[in-house]
Every structure is written in structure tokens, then in C-alpha cells.
T-cell receptor, first 113, second 111 residues
Framework: KQEVTQIPAALSVPEGENLVLNCSFT??????LQWFRQDPGKGLTSLLL?????REQTSGRLNASLDKSSGRSTLYIAASQPGDSATYLC????????????FGKGTKLTVNP | KAGVTQTPRYLIKTRGQQVTLSCSPI?????VSWYQQTPGQGLQFLFE???????NKGNFPGRFSGRQFSNSRSEMNVSTLELGDSALYLC??????????FGPGTRLTVT
């Protein structure tokens, strides 16, 4: 059974800092791993999708990496801004017939001006 | 292209009642999944529909059911509501095994 863990649960940084959010998963047989952002009381916004054959994906100030062998993914945010404050969730889609996403509990990021 | 839409956005129901939530996927997306989000359990998979067929179901009691129509719109129903069913219900649509796109959610409060 796939389990996804995100550490830390909360993170507070000053504006302009570069930061890394961590995601680990127990079953390396994944189709892909997706990073989302969730603002309070809102739905999920997809940030990056990494296919199992890829090592990383980049979008603007965001870079996500995937290491299947170690069961880890990281989301790197460069030059953080107060508008980046949100909860960041990672989710793994596991092979084996089920199309469901298994989510971590998220990292709540606060970027202070 | 319009995103995933969910209606209603907010609902207040009483224990024992039933509720139906609706989700319209992105045009062309035939797969619709439902998730429940609570502070304690996080996001949990409810079920997935593809071409009007339920393909996967999460570990929820039979009070939770769903269906998908020929236009890919989906509904989920919860019968005999319990206080613990209070949650944000999120719907997602996708094209094949690619990126999943989520709607804004329906906030259900059971009193």
C-alpha cells in the first residue's frame, strides 16, 4: 500500500529565500508524481507533474525532482515571495491498475515580507 | 478552456439527510475522480469514473456512491449523513494518465 509523507508539516521563511519541500513515498512503482498548491479553503492547483521516466520538471521559479529508487521527490522554490504562501501537496499515482492519487498531508509554507 | 466546475460550493445538511454533489470535468476529459479532504485524514480517494463506469473505489462505506453521465459529468451522493462526513469534497478530471485538474470543491457541513 502506497504511503506518502511530507516533511516538514509547516515552514516559515523570509521573503527572497530559496527553499526545498520534501516528499517521500514507500512504493517506487509509480506512474507519476504531482505537486499541487492549495490556498485556504480552495481547491488544488497543479504545479508540476513528473512522469516516472523523468528526473525533474521546471516551471518558472519551481523545480521538482524525482528519485524513484530512494522514494523521494523535492520541490525547490527559488526567490520565495509572500504570494507563495500556501499548502503544498505531493501525490503519487501508483502502477498496478488503480488510477488514484495518494496524497501526503502537505507542507504549509509561510513566506514573510 | 473552462476548468473543472463543482456545484454547489457550500452545503449545510443535518445528520441523517442525504446530499448530491455535482462535478463537470474539463471538456474532453473522460475520467473523473472524487476525493474527500478533512483536517485529520487529509485527502482520501473516494472513486473514479471513466466512460460512465466506476473503475476504482476507495475505502469508504456504501453510503458514498457516485455515477457518471454520457457527457462525463459526475455526481456523488452521500446518504444518511454523519457529522464525520463534514469535509471539502474535491473532484478532478484528467486526460488518460496525465495531469489531474481539480475543481474548487464543495464544502459540506453536517450539523
Amino acid at each position: 500500500k502506497q504511503e506518502v509523507t511530507q516533511i516538514p508539516a509547516a515552514l516559515s521563511v523570509p521573503e527572497g529565500e530559496n527553499l526545498v519541500l520534501n516528499c517521500s513515498f514507500t512504493d517506487s512503482a509509480i506512474y507519476n508524481l504531482q505537486w499541487f498548491r492549495q490556498d485556504p479553503g480552495k481547491g488544488l492547483t497543479s504545479l508540476l507533474l513528473i512522469q516516472s521516466s523523468q528526473r525533474e520538471q521546471t516551471s518558472g521559479r519551481l523545480n521538482a525532482s524525482l528519485d524513484k529508487s530512494s522514494g523521494r521527490s523535492t520541490l525547490y522554490i527559488a526567490a520565495s515571495q509572500p504570494g507563495d504562501s500556501a499548502t503544498y501537496l505531493c501525490a503519487a499515482q501508483t502502477q498496478g491498475g488503480s488510477e488514484k492519487l495518494v496524497f501526503g498531508k502537505g507542507t504549509k509554507l509561510t513566506v514573510n515580507p | 478552456k473552462a476548468g473543472v466546475t463543482q456545484t454547489p460550493r457550500y452545503l449545510i445538511k443535518t445528520r441523517g439527510q442525504q446530499v448530491t454533489l455535482s462535478c463537470s470535468p474539463i471538456s474532453g476529459h473522460r475520467s473523473v475522480s472524487w476525493y474527500q479532504q478533512t483536517p485529520g485524514q487529509g485527502l482520501q480517494f473516494l472513486f473514479e469514473y471513466f466512460s460512465e463506469t466506476q473503475r476504482n473505489k476507495g475505502n469508504f462505506p456504501g453510503r458514498f456512491s457516485g455515477r457518471q453521465f454520457s457527457n462525463s459529468r459526475s455526481e456523488m451522493n452521500v446518504s444518511t449523513l454523519e457529522l464525520g462526513d463534514s469535509a471539502l469534497y474535491l473532484c478532478a478530471s484528467r486526460l488518460t494518465r496525465n495531469e489531474q485538474y481539480f475543481g474548487p470543491g464543495t464544502r459540506l457541513t453536517v450539523t
